[in-house]
């Protein structure tokens, strides 16, 4: 039986390619590195690979846009799983490098910012190159002495290069939420969640009423996030997640409920919670 192709945003030694290699642990498949996350969505669409893994949000920074923007419009594409994964942030250099001789420090912008108090504590004369991600921060430091690059642990594994400090950080509990996408849909479990996105009509009151659908029948909404519907001024999309699984919510007439407030409604799909523990502690 040939394995599972399962695709993901590159490049290698991203928190991206952690979060893929730690679903790899759980699902026996191989990996296919794609440039971008509209890229991995379409391959799914067209059969080219059988899941792709793709950032949906990140604690400190909320949704991931094009993620968001490519399930509201995207046929036949369902959350099958999802994926949380700590943002561990690294310094690393060439092995002769010590941290008092570090200049130049390299990262994504994110990550220059997400380790602020580090740096001004430990780098504060160094100067911020930003760059389009950490991994190609780590592997341009080749041949550069007193640089030094701030990156998951998986790059210095990659491109060989020394661990000087882990967990710079500020904030311990950031991580990322990635989702698996497939186009079968997942069985009930009992332990399940439900994304979905839909429009409302432009009269006072409609968001209240449709929560107030959720609310009268006890399901917990544990996400909600407005965007631009990118098509009409004023017209937003509405990203929700709830618990439970979209079968059972048919038996309640909740969509039926709904349909009187909306003018669209895709379902993301109902997949298993995922496991948030090692996040968190």
Partial sequence: MALLKIGYL???????????????????????????????????????????????????EGGVGATLDCLSTSEGILIRNEVYHPIRQCLMAEDETRLGQ??????????????????????????????????????????????????????????NLKMLKEGIEDNKENATRFVVLSSVEQKPTGNDKTSLVLTILDRPGSLYRVLGCFAR?????????????????????????????????????????????????????????GETDSVDN
């Fill in 217 to 273: 029948r006890g399901i917990n909404l544990t996400r909600i996030e407005s965007r631009p519907s990118r098509e009409i001024i004023g017209d937003w999309l509405f990203f929700i997640d709830c618990e439970g699984h979209s079968d059972e919510f048919s038996e309640t007439g909740l969509w039926q409920e709904i349909n009187s407030e909306i003018t669209f409604i895709k379902m993301l799909g109902s997949y298993p919670k």
């Fill in 102 to 159: 570090i200049t130049v420090v390299l990262s994504h912008p994110h990550a220059l910012g997400q380790c602020a108090k580090f740096i001004d504590k430990h780098l504060s004369k160094a100067k911020l190159l930003p760059v389009e991600s950490t991994a190609a921060a780590a592997k341009s430091l080749a041949g550069k002495p007193g640089y030094a690059a701030i990156a998951p642990r998986r790059a210095a594994e990659l491109f």
């Fill in 10 to 60: 590159g490049p290698q030694g991203t928190f991206s390619e952690e979060a893929a290699l730690l679903y790899q642990g759980k699902v026996e498949c191989c990996l296919c590195e794609y440039p971008t996350i509209g890229s991995v969505i379409k391959a799914v669409a067209a059969g080219e690979i059988d899941q792709g893994l793709v950032p949906l949000e990140n604690r400190l």
